[in-house]
């Protein structure tokens, strides 16, 4: 299967600060990725898709100013927590097309944020 | 109600022992079924999949799916201590839902030695 890599796999910021996390499908051209967020002891909700070259879509109740995707070529996303808040401490996992097809995905190994 | 429902156990074997994960969904527009196993602390690790209804294995595991009865299961053969992890199970509609997984709350899993 399709290979994701994700960076970093933990931070620990200040309030009021933004974090950036890389992701990037290994080998192969991901031109739609996808955002998760799992929070402890609970399942992974999709957060937004990342369109390579056009506007990320986000899910209801995703604040679209808070969590910036960038997706600037076909192997890599980025998502930006701005000005987090420790509301914001998650496990942010990212995901691509599995070469098995469109509706099964490849995981990274994930970013845990720790906001203080 | 949630759209997908699973047991999050804790569910713990012994080692050797045949293992059934499961899952229930109310959504009978889902088309595929994955299963996933996550470690502490790491993403979820893709395990199977299936389109539609039917029977796959894989080695030592089993993915069934019965949209009759809006219920899949995953068996694990012969369980090992290196199985013990968080299964997740996962469903999507179709193309024109692609990305959007509904998961399971996952069920941890404990083989002991």
């Known amino acids: 299967g399709a290979v994701v890599s994700q960076h970093p796999s933990r931070v620990i910021c200040k309030s009021g600060t933004s974090v950036k996390i890389e992701c990037r499908s290994l080998d192969f051209q991901a031109t739609t990725m996808f955002w998760y967020r799992q929070f402890p002891k609970q399942s992974l909700m999709l957060m937004a898709t990342s369109n390579e070259g056009s506007k990320a879509t986000y899910e209801q109740g995703v604040e679209k100013d808070k969590f910036l995707i960038n997706h600037a070529s076909l192997t890599l996303s980025t998502l930006t927590v701005t000005s987090a808040h420790p509301e914001d401490s998650s496990f942010y996992i990212c995901s691509a097309p599995d070469r098995a097809g469109a509706n099964v995905l490849t995981f990274g190994a994930g970013s845990r944020l720790t906001v203080l | 109600q949630k759209e997908v429902e699973q047991d999050p156990g804790p569910l713990s074997v012994p080692e050797g022992a045949i293992v059934s994960l499961n899952c229930t969904y109310s959504?009978?527009?889902?088309?595929?079924f994955m299963w996933y196993r996550q470690y502490s602390r790491k993403g979820p690790e893709l395990l199977m999949y299936?389109?539609?209804?039917g029977n796959k294995e894989d080695g030592r595991f089993t993915a069934q799916v019965d949209k009759s009865s809006k219920y899949i299961s995953l068996f694990i053969r012969d369980s090992q201590p290196s199985d013990s992890a968080t299964y997740l199970c996962?469903?999507?509609?179709?193309?024109?839902?692609?990305?959007?997984?509904?998961f399971g709350q996952g069920t941890t899993l404990q083989v002991k030695p």
């Open positions: 299936t389109y539609s209804s």
């Open positions: 996962a469903m999507s509609h179709g193309s024109s839902n692609t990305g959007k997984l509904i």
């Open positions: 959504n009978s527009a889902f088309q595929y």
